[in-house]
T-cell receptor, first 112, second 115 residues
């Protein structure tokens, strides 16, 4: 059974810092992994999708890496801004299933 | 291109009533997924549907919950005889094809409150 853990659970930083959010999963047999952000009371916005054959993906100030064999993914946020404040969720898609398995998220607050 | 649409955004029901949640996938998407987020918990998969077919309902509670995705119209998640424990945010996602490397796009969710 796939279990997903995200560390840290919460993070509060001044703007401008470079951040590292960690995601680990117990079953390395995955098709892909998505990173999302969720704003309070809102839906999920897809940030990055990494296929199982890829090592990393980049979008603007965001970079996600994937080490499938060790069951880890990392989201890097460069030069953080107050608008980055949200909960960040990682969700691997396990082989032979259609479902995403979500971690409980990292709640990020970036203050001016 | 409109994103995934869900309605209503907020729904209040009394215990014992029925709740019907609707999801319209993105244009060109024929695959729909429902997830539930209980208070202070992570999102959990409920069901995966294609047009007129339930493909995977391994996350659906055995009783009171049902889902459909008819040939025409939105996908419907139906909860009969709601109880307080059904209070949660229900999210719908869609993807374009059957390939496992497809990205899932999420709607804004329906927040169900059971009084």
């Amino acid at each position: 059974k796939q279990e997903v853990t995200q560390i840290p659970a919460a993070l509060s930083v001044p703007e401008g810092e470079n951040l590292v959010l960690n995601c680990s999963f117990t079953d390395s047999a995955i098709y892909n992994l998505q990173w999302f952000r969720q704003d309070p009371g809102k839906g999920l916005t897809s940030l990055l999708l990494i296929q199982s054959s890829q090592r990393e993906q980049t979008s603007g100030r965001l970079n996600a890496s994937l080490d499938k064999s060790s069951g880890r993914s990392t989201l890097y946020i460069a030069a953080s801004q107050p608008g980055d404040s949200a909960t960040y969720l990682c969700a691997p898609r396990v082989d032979n299933t259609d479902k995403l398995i979500f971690g409980t998220g990292t709640r990020l607050q970036v203050f001016p | 291109n409109a994103g995934v649409m869900q309605n209503p955004r907020h729904l209040v029901r009394r215990r014992g009533q029925e709740a019907r949640l609707r999801c319209s996938p993105m244009k060109g998407h024929s695959h729909v997924y429902w997830y539930r987020q209980l208070p202070e918990e992570g999102l959990k998969f409920m069901v995966y549907l294609q047009k007129e077919n339930i493909i995977d309902e391994s996350g659906m509670p055995k009783e009171r919950f049902s889902a459909e995705f008819p040939k025409e119209g939105p996908s419907i998640l139906r909860i009969q005889q709601v109880v307080r424990g059904d209070s949660a945010a229900y999210f719908c996602a869609s993807s374009p094809t059957q390939t496992y490397w497809d990205e899932q796009f999420f709607g804004p969710g329906t927040r169900l409150t059971v009084l």
